[in-house]
């Protein structure tokens, strides 16, 4: 007669037999199965760190570029005020220029700058 682990006996009958169980053999994990198992967890923690890190420099390098971008709009008013004041100035040597080359107007240029009359004209003055 077979005993049980209990210790107490079993009947013969064959069709009665209760299965053995059998110990189950725990294998020593293979390193590289632990790894894959935890792989889609390093991967999605290598994406979330580049991008936070490219994140980072990308708010840095912004940071650093606003200052520069304010004294560069600065000196854009500045030159803008003075190109406009170079207008002005160009637009009245210009015509300045125009009047003095003209030669219509070289009579009239002429008795400005030295009083010259012609003999054909007679200074008129008035008395009280």
Known sequence: MRRSQSGSPLPASSAHRMPVQRRRVRRRADPWRRLARHTPMFELSARLGVNC????VAAVSL???VPHLQ???QQLEVVRRELDQAEVTNTRLRADFDRYFDPTQAGRVIQEQTGYRTKSERQVVWTD
């Open 63 to 65: 940071g650093r570029l």
């Open 53 to 56: 890190f490219l994140a980072l």
């Open 71 to 73: 004294a560069q709009a």
